[in-house]
């Protein structure tokens, strides 16, 4: 320990004070932000697909490590984890700068079991060439504690500061701190911050956890969504859900379909093809227009 620490805040914290702490140490954790209630019912939904999952077999995803994916179609709570105002309270001050839309990267849960060793301190940014520091951020990951997290049990190990070191210097497990937290909280650092699921000396505990990782809306996205959901799920869903699996066209032009249509409103049903296309966000306008129907 290097007497550095995580900051843990309140739902209702300024948007002042959480972009200033983030800023200064990548990450923070927002104390009881969802209810028991909701958590025991995704763990109800969950609980026969983790049941039979097996752990798994690398350094990296643990070896008493279950790993579920999937989940739209596994709970209908999925979603409350995901658009939640507390959660995209954070991705508004962590990515917002940077793209017109920040999408979904990413979602699993995290379950470590009994006897597991630590994760390797890795930056969850990897993903992308990066040089660090970087000015820009190019993901934010969220951790839901669906059970507490404790120093027995694997709570995540992140250095604070971290996302301000440059590539050369090496992170060390005495810089690490564990994100303890209630169930309830979650847990998000920016994506050039060191972290690993940390060791579970327990006898017994499993130490559940959501991940939901965000991005850039211009970035290639961890998970393939499109092949993930059904389009009778993403029309089932909040429209804010399925723009942000990517069924969303990021300004001024990214993400198209047909005659330069909105992949929203594609999946929901639109097939007229434009006559060719003209200015998919005109001066003023908050939606792109689409082309106009061939007679
Ligand atoms: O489960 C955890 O606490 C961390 C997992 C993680 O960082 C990862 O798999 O990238
Ligand atoms: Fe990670």
């Known amino acids: ?35 028991h209630t909701t958590i025991d019912a995704l763990l109800a939904d969950l609980d026969p697909f983790l ?10 995803v643990g070896f008493s490590t279950k790993r579920l994916h999937s989940l739209f179609g596994k709970s209908s709570r999925v979603q409350d984890f995901i658009i939640h105002d507390d959660v995209l309270k954070v991705m508004d001050l962590t990515l917002a700068p940077w793209c017109d839309s920040y999408q979904l990267n990413s979602n699993s849960i995290t379950a470590i079991g009994p006897d597991e060793t630590p994760q390797p301190l890795h930056r969850d940014d990897l993903l992308y060439p990066l040089a660090h520091p970087s000015e820009r951020n190019a993901c934010s990951s969220v951790f839901w504690a669906l059970t507490d997290f404790t120093e027995e049990n694997g709570a995540t190990r992140i250095i604070p500061g971290s996302h301000l070191w440059d590539d050369d210097r090496v992170p060390q497990d005495e810089e690490t701190v564990g994100a ?19 060791r ?4 017994d505990e499993w130490r559940i956890a959501m991940f939901t ?24 869903m909040p429209e ?19 005659d330069f249509q909105d992949p929203y409103d594609v999946i929901n049903g639109y097939e007229e093809l434009s006559s060719g296309g003209s200015d998919l966000y005109a001066e003023g306008q908050e939606r792109p227009i689409p ?3 061939v007679a």
């Not at 303890?180 to 940390?198: D, R």
């Not at 579970?200 to 006898?203: G, K, S, V, Y």
Request: aromatic share 10%; glycine share 14%.
């Open 1 to 35: 320990m290097t007497g550095a620490k995580i900051e843990t805040v309140d739902p209702d914290v300024s948007r002042e004070e959480m972009d200033a702490i983030l800023k200064r140490d990548g990450c923070i954790i927002v104390r009881d932000a969802i209810d």
């Open 51 to 60: 049941g039979r999952k097996a752990c798994g077999n690398g350094n990296f």
């Open 180 to 198: 303890v937290m209630s169930k309830g909280s979650f847990c998000v650092f920016v994506g050039g911050t060191y972290h690993g699921g940390g």
């Open 200 to 203: 579970n000396t327990t006898a």
């Open 213 to 236: 990782g965000f991005a850039l809306g211009w970035l290639r996205q961890e998970q393939n969504w499109y092949l993930s959901v059904t389009p009778e799920e993403v029309r089932a």
């Open 240 to 258: 804010r859900m399925a723009r942000l699996l990517g069924f969303n066209l990021h300004k001024p032009f990214l993400g198209w379909v047909q």
């Open 291 to 293: 082309g106009s129907k």
